[in-house]
């Protein structure tokens, strides 16, 4: 798509909620409210919505594994710190940044802006065949 899409998560994100999220090409965590996590193996599901593919490319095999097999919660903190989400940011910023970054982006030339995401997509995303 060559479009930017930005999640700016406040509350719970995990299964299918934070399949979608990871699909964006960026994401804005709330310090105090976000939570993350894939629970599927909890009830003997495999993530099947895009998590196997995403979250390796983002954060590592190692961590991706330990998210996926544990099916635990993870705080918007170590999501940030485990390269989940671009940054976390106090509640009350979160909307303020997120709103100057899509401005500030808007106002750029989009075919140069689709240009250089299709170069990054090149190396970062998986390819239809794998999701």
């Known amino acids: 798509m060559p479009v930017v899409s930005i ?15 990871l699909a964006c090409d960026m ?5 105090q409210s976000a ?7 909890g009830v003997g599901l495999v993530p099947g919505g895009g998590a196997l593919e995403w979250l ?11 998210i ?3 099916g635990d919660d993870f705080d918007a903190d170590i999501a940030e710190r485990y390269g989940w989400v671009n940054r976390t940011l106090d509640d009350d910023e979160l909307d303020s940044f ?10 750029f030339d989009r075919e140069t802006l689709a240009a250089a995401k299709a170069q990054i997509n090149r190396f970062a995303t998986p390819d239809a065949s794998e999701l």
């Open 7 to 21: 999640a700016k998560i406040r509350g719970r994100t995990r299964g299918i909620g934070n399949e979608f999220a």
């Open 27 to 31: 994401r804005f965590a709330s310090r």
């Open 35 to 41: 939570v993350f996590g894939n629970p599927e193996i």
């Open 56 to 66: 390796p490319r983002l954060i590592g095999r190692s961590r991706a594994l330990e």
């Open 68 to 70: 996926v097999l544990s």
């Open 98 to 107: 997120v709103d100057a970054l899509v401005r500030r982006l808007a106002s």
